[in-house]
């Protein structure tokens, strides 16, 4: 069974920075490009990023509004994903997850989601 | 960036219905279309990938269509959980979702 498990979410004061992680099982890690999504409280869903698999060398994409303060990594030896953000500001505040990028280009499994609250 | 609407922004319906609502890309997509279904406080479930293929485990009664740059998706008889809201996403480039079409009662 596919399992994501995010977590590291929490409050942190505009400027902080924070890492979440999702660990993944079910399923040969390496294979799959992983992104993350985030929503805001009430909003909609925004894609934040996404990493991709050892065939294409890990690298790393990143939508605009976190570009520069985000950064998205992996480790493949514990089928981990990683979200290094920086810089956090209080729209920054959302619930964020991890996600599988299948075959056809869909994200067909989601992690729970882990809350960060940006605010002083 | 590829623009995603979706419209309604918001429906009611009674159980039985059938019901339909539509996504809209600000330039081609081929079918790089899918739709997923989120319920309050719960992650997104994918229900639609490439336009009009179900996913694995979906009901029946879901349904979607289009191409290019207009997508519908269709519910042929509203089910009491099947109350929630739904999302476009585009695959063709930077992923980017619609705004949500939320299904409520009626």
């Known amino acids: 069974e596919v399992q994501l498990v995010e977590s590291g979410g929490g409050l942190v004061q505009p400027g902080g920075s924070l890492r979440l992680s999702c660990a993944a099982s079910?399923?040969?890690?390496?294979?799959?490009?992983m992104d993350w999504v985030r929503q805001a409280p009430g909003k909609g869903l925004e894609w934040v990023g996404r990493?991709?698999?050892?065939?294409?060398?890990?690298?790393?994409e990143y939508a605009a509004s976190v570009r520069g303060r985000f950064t998205i990594s992996r480790d493949d030896s514990k089928n981990s994903l990683y979200l290094q953000m920086n810089s956090l500001k209080t729209e920054d505040t959302a619930v964020y997850y991890c996600?599988?990028?299948?075959?056809?280009?869909?994200?067909?499994?989601w992690g729970q989601g882990t809350l960060v609250t940006v605010s002083s | 960036d590829i623009q995603m609407t979706q419209s309604p922004s918001s429906l009611s319906a009674s159980v039985g219905d059938r019901v339909s609502f539509t996504c809209r890309a600000s330039?081609?997509?081929?079918?790089?279309l899918n739709w997923y279904q989120q319920k309050p406080g719960k992650a997104p479930k994918l229900l639609i990938y490439s336009s009009s293929s179900l996913q694995s485990g979906v009901p029946s009664r879901f349904s979607g269509s289009g191409s290019g740059t207009d997508f519908t998706l269709t519910i042929s008889s509203l089910q009491p959980e099947d109350f929630a809201t739904y999302y476009c996403?585009?695959?063709?480039?930077?992923?980017?979702f619609g705004p949500g079409t939320k299904v409520d009662i009626k």
């Open positions: 996403q585009q695959s063709y480039s930077t992923p980017g």
């Open positions: 996600t599988r990028l299948n075959w056809n280009d869909d994200f067909d499994y």
């Open positions: 330039q081609s997509i081929s079918k790089y």
């Open positions: 990493t991709r698999n050892k065939v294409n060398n890990h690298t790393t």
């Open positions: 079910g399923f040969t890690f390496s294979d799959h490009h």
